[in-house]
């Protein structure tokens, strides 16, 4: 693809680390400068969603709170999900394929959960996929709020079972 020449500001900080990185990969600050930008623009899910960086240990005791006192949030967060297909596609969700969806939702999870497995699997009459988390209270978080999700932009049967640190969904074919 044909590059362009851009100018733009940049602190004087800033550079300098960004000529050292280029330096100890023995690339130009361009080349990096382009990686970051492909990176953030492929990665579609950054600029929609505003994120916190948390301690993972710290997460999962919050999830466990959540958990136990009934109170994870879990309706708002599939609709803000289903309103992230809206920003990114549009009002047409039916003219997306269910695999298309199934990405999708991969990445999301994959972005916001640490995830240590996710495997899709097709069969005739259904889509199995087998998530491994880190931990249990996340496994219970994620299978809850996967289906929940799945329910708003598919039209399809979805049974969930968590054991562990695995969720399994199957979504079956209608």
């Known amino acids: 693809m ?3 020449h851009i100018s733009f500001r940049i602190e004087a900080e800033k550079l300098k680390v960004l ?3 280029a330096k100890q990969k023995g690339r130009t600050v361009s080349s990096i400068l382009r990686e970051i930008v492909n ?3 492929e990665g579609g899910v950054l600029p929609f969603f505003e994120t916190v960086p948390v301690v993972l240990e710290i997460y999962d005791r919050m999830l466990e709170i959540l958990l136990d006192l009934d109170k994870l949030p879990l309706e708002e967060a ?3 999900i289903y309103n992230y297909f809206i920003w990114k596609y549009g009002n047409d969700l039916e003219d997306l394929s269910l695999n298309e969806i199934l990405e999708e939702i991969r990445r999301i999870f994959m972005y916001f959960c640490k995830i240590e497995k996710y495997t899709l699997r097709e069969t005739d009459c259904s889509v199995i996929i087998h998530i491994r988390t880190a931990s249990t209270s996340q496994a219970t978080w994620i299978s809850q709020l ?3 999700t799945m329910n708003k932009l598919l039209s399809h049967e979805i049974k969930v079972h968590n054991s562990g640190r695995s969720v399994l969904l199957l979504i079956l074919s209608t």
């Open 2 to 4: 044909p590059k362009l």
């Open 19 to 21: 000529e050292g990185i």
């Open 39 to 41: 990176s953030y623009i």
């Open 78 to 80: 599939a609709t803000i």
């Open 146 to 148: 996967m289906k929940i």
